[in-house]
């Protein structure tokens, strides 16, 4: 079987309701990135990360799976699928997709301040005085600038098998999520979906790329339906 490896960013979900980072000042949601996305931030102001993350997970729970994620998941009836994102929600998981990693964590687990082994699901909200087993604050188990990547490499396998690998909606400026390609055997071919697509090292070395400009819930579906019918 075939396998087919899927890098998505946060255009993936945008057709969700779900803003990108990139296209918005620089701003997440309306806040400076490292204010509320860097262990700097997390020491400075906790009440406003954990009001922050709490925020961010209301808004999950209320939206659903866009087409692109929906599709992705018809994949699996003709191929393995490995779906590799960048993104913290759990959408990819809602549309039914059976293997998701996470590079950049999951909105929905929180982990121990002094634990990184102890991650659990946590779909409230998440305050002062949440504490882990061992009596220590616990917080979102999302990997912040500055932060080691975990996932990257058990990504960087995954995307060595690859027989194609699909990325969508990333503008592939944040690293090391970004260099995941140079994994991919020289000659897998790779196509790149996104409205306006961004180029990197990575990418200007490929072989065999095919860029399509369009979003994930409209053309990700029309690419899925050609990879079924080959
Ligand atoms: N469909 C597909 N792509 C889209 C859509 C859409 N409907 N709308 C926007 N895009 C594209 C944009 O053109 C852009 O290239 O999605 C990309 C979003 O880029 P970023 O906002 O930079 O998001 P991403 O690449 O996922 O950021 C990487 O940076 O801030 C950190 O940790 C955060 O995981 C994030 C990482």
């Not at 180029?199 to 053309?219: F, M, P, Q, S």
């Amino acid at each position: 079987m075939e396998h087919i490896v899927v890098l998505t960013g946060a255009g993936m979900s945008a057709e969700s309701g779900l803003r990108t980072f990139r296209d918005a000042d620089g701003l997440w949601e309306g806040h400076d990135v490292m204010s509320v996305a860097s262990p700097e931030g997390w020491h400075r102001d906790r009440d406003l990360v954990l009001q922050f993350y709490n925020e961010r997970r209301r808004q999950l729970l209320s939206v659903q799976p866009n087409n692109g994620h929906l599709s992705l998941v018809k994949l699996e009836q003709h191929y393995k699928v490995s779906i590799i994102t960048q993104n913290v929600d759990d959408l990819h998981e809602r549309a039914g997709s059976n293997t998701v990693v996470h590079l950049h964590g999951e909105l929905t687990k929180v982990r121990s301040t002094a634990d990184p082994t102890y991650v659990v699901e946590w779909r409230e909200d998440l305050n002062r005085g949440n504490l882990c087993p061992k009596g220590h604050q616990l917080r979102p188990h999302i990997v912040w600038f500055g932060e080691a990547v975990p996932m990257m490499e058990q990504a960087a396998i995954i995307t060595s098998e690859a027989d194609l690998v699909l990325i969508i909606g990333t503008s592939l400026q944040v690293y090391p999520a970004a260099g995941l390609l140079a994994y991919a055997p020289t000659q897998t071919p790779v196509i790149y979906i996104d409205p306006n697509p961004a180029t990197n090292y990575e990418l200007e070395h490929r072989t065999d790329l095919k860029i399509l400009e369009g979003t994930a819930a409209n053309v990700l579906p029309q690419v899925v339906r050609e990879l079924l019918n080959k």
